[in-house]
């Protein structure tokens, strides 16, 4: 059924997806998403707008939220490598606190679907890599949250032997620890 795989992740809400590739001598094609599928497995979601990001190794981008105007999250890379996390930030879920990482790259080509309610950032491992996400709700400055990416509470386990330094926006740098977010 389908062009790819949709696995729940370890968490409620998250789920790893692996395209089928379909490769010859000419490249590949595969599909990146399909409505019909991803209602298969239960997911009803309309994507409102696409991000991409490129960044240099060692660039740690997050772990961002939006409280009042949550977004899920599809997430894939299409040139390097990542580490993509969420974090769960839902106060009265039984796994608030909790993450799930995974490595995403142009040569795994899976992607992170990561509903509302988390927390979400990445780890560039490759010397660039370029990012690509859809959301579900558009992007509100004003409703920007986060939590500091290496709050011991959470105690990520990043893999930061692939990269010489983190290199953090000064936005990032100083949010807050988890227990001190605006979580929901």
């Known amino acids: 059924m389908g062009h790819f795989s949709i696995i729940k992740g370890t968490i409620k809400g998250l789920y790893v997806i692996e395209p089928k590739v379909f490769e010859d001598e000419r490249g590949y094609f595969m599909e990146t998403y399909s409505v019909r599928d991803?209602?298969?497995?239960?997911?009803?979601?309309?994507f409102v707008q696409d991000n991409q990001s490129k960044s240099q190794r060692g660039v740690l981008r997050g772990l961002h939220f939006q409280k009042n105007y949550?977004?899920?999250?599809?997430?894939?890379?299409l040139r390097g490598e990542i580490f993509d996390v969420a974090v769960d930030v839902r106060k009265n879920s039984p796994t608030f606190g909790k993450w799930q990482g995974v490595y995403l790259s142009e040569w795994n080509?899976?992607?992170?679907?990561?509903?509302?309610?988390?927390?979400?950032g990445f780890l560039t491992l490759?010397?660039?890599?370029?990012?690509?996400?859809?959301?579900?709700?558009?992007?509100?400055p004003e409703d920007d949250e986060g939590v500091?990416?290496?709050?011991i509470a959470i105690a990520i386990d990043w893999p930061l032997d692939k990269v010489r330094e983190v290199?953090?926006?000064?936005?990032?740098?100083?949010?807050?620890k988890l227990k001190d977010a605006l979580v929901f």
Not at 115 to 120: K, L
């Open 109 to 120: 080509r899976k992607q992170f679907l990561i509903s509302e309610g988390f927390a979400h």
């Open 38 to 46: 991803f209602e298969s497995h239960g997911i009803k979601m309309e």
């Open 126 to 140: 490759s010397d660039e890599a370029e990012v690509l996400y859809k959301c579900n709700e558009y992007y509100h």
């Open 70 to 77: 949550p977004q899920a999250k599809l997430v894939r890379v």
């Open 148 to 151: 500091i990416w290496n709050d």
């Open 167 to 176: 290199i953090l926006s000064e936005k990032d740098g100083k949010l807050p």
